[in-house]
């Protein structure tokens, strides 16, 4: 049985682009006891991946030259030498690029039930995106009635679900995004109230949407946008670090103007989420949310692609804000 | 009957200096229904004040050109004609750098009981000082059992009791200060198990006296030393934003190396604490510093002038670091 894999060739510095990777096809080998094989079924692409394959100080050690790519997925187990995974089951987990993933239960990150919910949800909604946007929304910025939530990265595959959990909550959800068509997209579909096109001067937009300051900052980008929503917090704010996306590299370090003194005399609680940390909680929130996408109470949005070549350049295009919700690569 | 007072002459760009104040003595003005005259003992000095002065955001409209320099004091009501405020009544308040203060009840922070201890106190230990100690430390620092407690200014108002505290909280504190002969005051007197000299290389410092990392970083200072901090604080580490110390001007911002990622992957808490928010806890929490106070378990200290000529001095001699604990003036 063959297995198509997308492999890391060489070490990109920044963004990792098409010609940093490779496509091979293998065999897939013999399970050993303790493994099973999962068939994957879709493909994750995630902006986290750069940090996968750079050298960066990260969670992990770097991917090495000729590995499959790290990536998370949903897939089915097809064979099984372990008594914990039965044949028929799917899971979530870190299966890589690739159509098959000789696996062990390190590698899984959830049981997923077909029933729930569609099974691409496993991979957004229901996974890291959608459980990062309900428990870092609810951990760390904690809206209240009337407050304004700032997102950036809004019409992405975390930020198209928090500007809905933020509007449940009684809250304004304001969008940052990089075009006024996902603008529209995102007061339209995700629960936004308005809109800022960061292509656009920032200050007057945020005057014009956020008169009262912003009091959660969900913030996906770092850089320059955010250095300018932190000057326009309200007093007291909550400011979610939860991704750095506009940042290409940090080595190295790249400078920008100093918070202190905003953190200082705004009063501001800045916090870093990582969902990793949070995984004895993926089951019940992911239930949760599942219960919302039944009930009609939350939409998905997904970006769903079927060719694993261009599982590379998928990755560009969520750097670039070329995806609108989740991306995926659909595999059978 | 005279009034020495400290007036602000000229506006100061950054840290203020004895050219941008004058002294001048005036007739203390006759009493009007609701007011009462306070005899001040004892002028603070505090980093704060340098806010006070400067066009910079802050919380409080500046103090305008041949007024008063703002400044909180212990005094003693001499003269009264408000009901709630007796003749031989201590406060602490904004009574300014002069002798006497024609107050209102708004001027007022709290009632001191010179029996709870000395009359000093009431403007470091018990007043902003060990109040900001000791509510920001435990509202946000929470320091654990064994957790590494690290403190800039550590021989200054705020540190000298941040370590104590932070010592009696099972912590281990690690004193941040400008000299040898400070760190080993910090280590004899304030609680503190090691310290590092910021005029020498930080990182070998930091290595050798934070093995496992900064749990709780508590910065009076802000800027270049903050910046190295934080790169060695250990995973879901808080950090007081206490005070910008170092930053010799807000105008322009200056620029640093990027935190976002930081904050990030290291999963840290900033969050930003200013004393005036927590006005209703002054009386509960001072009376638990005085009773550490009494029974010996809490040293305070204190850098006392008695000349009010010099108060601008003090406070130039603040920023350079010349100071032990809290500067005083004392005026009888």
Chains 1, 2 share one sequence.
């Not at 496993?122 to 009337?146: E, R």
């Not at 909550?169 to 529209?184: E, F, L, P, Q, T």
């Not at 956020?210 to 932190?230: K, L, Q, S």
């Not at 939409?299 to 919700?325: F, K, M, S, W």
């Amino acid at each position: 049985m063959n297995n198509r894999q997308i492999t890391l060739k060489s070490r990109p510095v920044g963004i990792p682009q098409p010609e940093h990777f490779a496509l091979q096809t293998v065999p897939v080998p013999a399970l050993r006891d303790g493994e099973f094989l999962v068939e994957n079924l879709y493909l994750s692409v995630d902006p986290a991946q750069r940090g996968y394959v750079n050298d960066e100080n990260n969670y992990a050690p770097p991917v090495a030259i000729g590995a499959v790519m790290r990536a998370m997925a949903v897939g089915k187990v097809t064979a099984s030498k372990h008594a914990d995974f039965a044949v028929g089951q799917h899971l979530y987990g870190w299966f890589g690029w690739q159509d098959y993933c000789v696996a062990t239960p390190a590698a899984v990150l959830r049981r997923v039930d077909p029933a729930q919910a569609p099974l691409s949800t496993a991979a957004g909604l229901l996974g890291i995106n959608g459980l990062t946007a309900y428990l870092a929304l609810h951990d760390i910025g904690k809206p209240k009635l009337g407050e304004t939530v700032l997102v950036t990265a809004a019409a992405g595959a975390v930020g198209s679900i928090v500007g809905q959990l933020a509007r449940q909550a009684g809250a304004r959800a304001v969008a940052v995004v990089g075009s006024d068509d996902k603008g529209r997209q995102a007061v339209a579909d995700y629960g936004y109230e308005a809109f800022i096109n960061y292509r656009q001067p920032l200050e007057p937009q945020l005057k014009a949407s956020c008169p009262n300051g912003v009091n959660v900052f969900f913030d996906n980008t770092a850089g320059p946008i955010a250095d300018t929503v932190i000057r326009h917090m309200a007093w007291f704010g909550r400011v979610i670090q939860c991704g750095t996306m506009s940042i290409a590299s940090w080595v190295p370090n790249p400078t920008g103007p100093r918070i202190e003194r905003e953190i200082l005399t705004r009063r501001l609680r800045l916090e870093g989420f990582v969902i990793f940390d949070h995984l004895k909680r993926f089951d019940d929130t992911a239930a949760r949310l599942a219960a919302m996408l039944r009930d009609g109470s939350l939409r998905h949005a997904e970006d769903i692609g079927d060719d694993i070549a261009l599982a590379p350049q998928a990755l560009v295009d969520v750097y670039e804000g070329r995806n609108t919700g989740k991306k995926l690569i659909r595999l059978r």
